[in-house]
């Protein structure tokens, strides 16, 4: 496999440098980049070479410009710009005639994702879906011991993730619920994929608190029951690590923790390198945790019962 030339959709972002590096570290080129902010200094420690353009038009002009030669035509776009513009610049970057990298959440809901299908026949490129947490070693060990127990075992899962956020977060896209879906879409959505990868179907969801700042529910999988809380705020860290770290991560299934402290900042190199070789997550593999979130986000608040998350009660307090 040659050289392949990217393009990167909303460079100026958090997660765009893990993308930069797994471009350099895959042994491409990241060729051109588009945000518009020019807060992109680390493009300079990455791949300084890169083309960089603040309007959608010229960025997309220039792309226009290097398919009349194969040496310099773009082979993918890395989308990372804010969730509700996912599906017009994944859009964008099929009919540019590349295979498209988005990061989560995708697109908000099923409907737009069988619009994606549409397109991908429309052009013969493909959607691929930043899914790290399946590439993670704990999760892998987790889904093969999941799958070689007994078929009627079921487990009980409490998740609780806590990363927190200033006061900025509220004032950028992400406070804005219309434009990052709300908190359990935008930080949640990757831990929906990762459980469905373990416990298969998803079976039924209740909604105990849904909030600008935190939500949690019930999520009852075909192997596992699931209560779930996540949040951006501080005042929600245990005792224990509160002043200590910023975020807290517990994985309790049936009694035994799931390490996840480690294996993180890496994940998106190998993410590439599977998609490189043929074997990324494309629209199909996405699907579920694109349903779970729009369930999650549309269903009603329930009053929160035996099944709530031990956390709710305090975070109601």
């Known amino acids: 496999m040659g050289m392949k030339n990217f393009a990167l959709i909303g460079a100026a972002g958090y997660i765009a440098p893990r993308h930069m590096r797994a471009i350099l570290e895959t042994g491409h080129c990241l060729a051109v980049a588009y945000d518009t902010k020019d807060s992109v200094g680390v493009i300079d420690s990455i791949s300084p070479g890169s083309e960089f353009f603040t309007e959608?038009?010229?960025?997309?002009?220039?792309?226009?410009?290097?398919?009349?030669?194969?040496?310099?035509?773009?082979?993918?776009?890395?989308?990372?710009?804010?969730n509700y513009?996912?599906?017009?610049?994944?859009?964008?970057?099929?009919?540019?005639?590349?295979?498209?990298i988005c990061e989560k959440p995708l697109v908000p809901t099923p409907r737009l994702v069988d619009e994606l299908r549409r397109l991908e026949d429309e052009t013969g490129r493909r959607v691929l879906n930043i899914l790290q947490l399946r590439h993670h070693d704990a999760v892998v060990r987790l889904r093969e011991k999941v799958a070689a127990a007994p078929p009627?075992?079921?487990?009980?899962?409490?998740?609780?993730?806590?990363?927190?956020?200033?006061?900025?977060?509220?004032?950028?896209?992400?406070?804005?619920p219309?434009?990052?879906?709300?908190?359990?879409?935008?930080?949640?959505v990757h831990f929906y994929d990762m459980?469905?990868?373990?416990?298969?179907?998803?079976?039924?969801?209740?909604?105990?608190?849904s909030e600008e700042s935190r939500a949690a529910g019930y999520l009852e999988y075909e192997r596992a029951r699931v209560r779930w809380f996540l949040s951006i705020d501080a005042d929600d860290l245990?005792?224990?690590?509160?002043?200590?770290?910023?975020?807290?991560?517990?994985?309790?299934?049936?009694?035994?923790?799931?390490?996840?402290?480690?294996?993180?900042?890496?994940?998106?190199?190998?993410?590439?390198?599977?998609?490189?070789?043929?074997?990324?997550?494309?629209?199909?593999?996405?699907?579920?945790?694109?349903?779970t979130v729009d369930r999650i986000r549309t269903g009603p608040v329930l009053a929160p019962g035996a099944d709530a998350h031990p956390l709710i009660r305090l975070a109601r307090a």
């Open 56 to 82: 959608f038009e010229r960025f997309h002009e220039h792309a226009h410009q290097r398919r009349r030669d194969a040496a310099t035509a773009l082979d993918y776009v890395a989308v990372c710009s804010p």
């Open 85 to 100: 513009l996912h599906f017009a610049h994944v859009a964008a970057g099929l009919r540019l005639g590349c295979d498209v």
């Open 152 to 176: 009627c075992t079921k487990y009980d899962v409490e998740l609780t993730y806590i990363t927190s956020r200033g006061k900025w977060y509220m004032e950028s896209w992400k406070g804005d």
């Open 178 to 188: 219309r434009k990052s879906f709300g908190v359990a879409t935008n930080i949640g």
């Open 195 to 209: 459980l469905h990868f373990i416990f298969g179907r998803l079976q039924h969801s209740v909604v105990h608190l």
């Open 238 to 291: 245990p005792a224990e690590v509160r002043g200590r770290k910023s975020t807290y991560r517990s994985i309790d299934v049936s009694g035994e923790q799931v390490e996840f402290s480690e294996g993180f900042t890496d994940l998106h190199t190998v993410s590439y390198r599977e998609i490189l070789a043929g074997r990324g997550f494309g629209l199909e593999d996405a699907r579920h945790c694109i349903e």
